[in-house]
């Protein structure tokens, strides 16, 4: 249980005790400042503890969100600081300071608690303050004010503010109009009910493999199911962040359920369509691994634009100046963002495709609006990148770098080399191009000298610090030179099963990517070299592929590709649990893709 300290007698009439407790804190009074330093001495090291003014005003949900959020090691409100055990140190010493210059006398006109958020403030200790808008929070110094205080907490709603507060402020034209308005009350219900958020993502991944399985009977009343199911499970999938936000049930484990979730879901559906596809006597199998290779890559560019430009100086531009003008439009803001194609608008098209047409249509229009919607972002951050005069920081660069994915081989490259040839993307894009003709050759051995350039290019793509304009473009384009060979080859193999198998493969490597994000985004650096020398990295892996297709019949390139799927997929899964589920783990809370 948490504890609350209260710095004196509690007003008459003050519900500030109840409130705490409904909170779950352990309330204590101290009679005066010294004695709450002694108060906070006494409780647990592994407790969450507040300090907090007993003339505090405000609403429950301000206290919610200033005393509770997991998130924070340090917060406050107007009247009230709050200290996880990380923070507990910092608190405690700032407390002592305070009662050293107060000389420990009880507080009449001044506030205990803000006193010691500004010498956290001082200290450099990184206090967090939620935003509150329209709720309350005041520590009122007379009955006048205490009085108007109380009147500003009566005209304003505390539970409509927390619903709305419980829906992310920017979303889709889908997910804003036709799911958020009753999603809401679903996560509500939820939260009454005692079920967390994880449960409820569980609940979305379970309703879209059974979407998947429904699609994969390959019938017409399989496929309306699947699409109902489909819309089901994204409901589902804002619910869970939804109740999050509600009722402040963030988790490290939580976040990263909801982040790799959302892609299992979609590929797996993917899947889902090309066994029921198969079943009528279709083969798509190329475009659901097509439509998996192309909607990474698009999560790959956005990943690493905002890495590299995040934390850059001097980092603005006209192309920026137009793009935040046209949001200050109505209109304009739902068309940008609906010609994206976002999560939300993706799933309900694949919906309603799947329902009334069938698997190949489906992949046909999601081919092409994937890919209008990957020229049009791309384009606009190409635009941005060359018209900022951005100076991009180290940590960028060494982002960027972990997302390139290179692996021993490319490594080696880079140390045997001398020469150092020119801009990275350049070298990058060169040996690129050198792989995709070699795979088009019709030259048996061709595709393996071509990936021999690539491993060599890719290791002098990052032989310098990835700190150019553009440079934010090479790990995107090495996840598409990957994820093509894959593909390429599989097709040309043209036996029945390579193509599944290459979508095993590239989904076991995709998540791969994904989990390094992620880690990034936490600052937790990128996946252990080991397991970057144990799966080979981008370009060892393209070179093993490429092998195997050479020196293989068809039916043992299949096979290969299967054994290669499930052996990255073991180490990579095992490796990631391991490290998400651990302490070290960052506290990444994903609010969300745009794409």
């Known amino acids: 249980m ?76 107007p009247g009230a600081v709050t200290a996880q055990p990380a923070g507990r140190h910092a608190l405690t010493r700032a407390m002592a300071r305070e009662n050293s210059v107060g000389g420990g006398t009880a507080l009449a006109v001044d506030s205990l608690a803000d006193r010691v958020v500004a010498a956290l403030d001082a200290d450099g200790a990184g206090v967090h303050r939620p935003e509150l808008g329209s709720l309350v929070a005041a520590v009122p110094a007379d009955p006048q004010a205490r009085n108007e205080a109380r009147q500003a907490v009566a005209d304003v709603d505390d539970e409509a503010v927390r619903l709305k507060s419980a829906v992310k402020a920017r979303d889709g034209f889908f997910t804003t109009f036709f799911i958020s308005p009753y999603s809401r009350y679903i996560a509500r219900w939820c939260a009454r009910r005692g079920l967390t958020p ?38 589902l999938d804002c619910t869970d962040g939804q109740l999050a936000r509600y ?55 956005d990943f690493s634009f905002n890495e590299a430009n995040h934390d850059a100086t001097a980092n603005t531009s006209p192309t920026a100046a137009l793009s935040d003008k046209l949001d200050s439009v109505g209109w304009t803001v739902w068309v940008r963002r609906m010609i994206v194609l976002p999560i939300g608008e993706r799933w309900a098209m694949i919906a309603v495709l799947t329902a009334v047409t069938t698997p190949r249509i489906t992949f046909y229009v999601l081919l092409v609006g994937c890919a209008f919607a990957a020229t049009y972002t791309t384009a606009g951050r190409v635009l941005r990148s060359l018209t900022r005069k951005a100076r991009r920081t180290d940590r960028a660069a060494r982002a960027l770098a972990d997302l390139a994915d290179n692996g021993p081989l490319a490594s080696l490259v880079a140390r045997a080399t001398p020469v150092r040839l ?20 019709g030259v048996t051995w061709a595709p393996v000298a071509g990936a021999v350039v690539y491993t060599v290019t890719a290791g002098q ?135």
Request: charged content about 15%; overall charge neutral.
């Open 422 to 441: 020119g801009n990275p993307l350049l070298v990058a894009a060169a040996g690129t191009v050198v792989l995709a003709v070699s795979l088009f050759s």
């Open 247 to 301: 009722s402040l049930q963030y988790s490290t484990l939580g976040a990263w359920l909801d982040a790799t979730f959302d892609r299992a879901k979609e590929y797996a559906y993917y899947a889902g369509l090309a066994l029921g596809a198969a079943r009528g006597g279709d083969d798509v199998w190329a475009l659901a691994l097509g439509a998996m290779v192309l909607q990474t890559c698009r999560h790959v560019v």
């Open 198 to 235: 994880n449960q409820v993502t569980t609940a979305s991944l379970l309703t879209a493999l059974i979407a998947a399985g429904c699609a994969a009977t390959g019938t017409r009343i399989g496929f309306v199911a699947a699409g109902v199911l489909l819309i089901a499970s994204f409901v």
């Open 461 to 595: 793509a990052l032989c310098r610090p990835l700190k150019g304009a553009l440079d934010w473009l090479v790990p995107p384009l090495f996840r598409a030179a990957e994820y093509g060979t894959v593909l390429i080859l599989a097709a040309q193999a043209d036996v029945n099963g390579a193509l599944p198998a290459a979508f095993g493969l590239v989904a076991a490597v995709a998540y791969h990517h994904y989990d390094t994000v992620y880690r990034i985004r936490g600052d937790a650096g990128a996946p252990p070299a080991w397991l970057t020398r144990a799966i080979g990295g981008h370009e060892g892996r393209t070179l093993l592929v490429t092998v195997l297709a050479a020196v293989l019949t068809a039916s043992q390139f299949k096979v290969a590709l299967t054994v290669l799927a499930v052996a990255v997929a073991l180490v990579v899964l095992v490796e990631s649990i391991r490290f998400w589920v651990s302490s070290g783990a960052p506290a990444v809370h994903d609010e969300g893709e745009p794409a």
């Open 2 to 77: 948490s504890t609350a300290i209260l710095t004196g007698q509690p007003v008459p009439g003050s519900s500030i005790e109840g409130d705490l407790r409904s909170l779950g804190f352990d309330v204590r009074i101290a009679s005066d400042a010294s004695d709450a330093e002694t108060l906070l001495a006494q409780v647990p090291a592994g407790r969450r503890v507040a300090v907090v003014d007993p003339r505090f005003v405000g609403h429950l949900h301000a206290l919610r969100l200033g005393l509770t959020d997991p998130r924070f090691d340090l917060a406050a409100i």
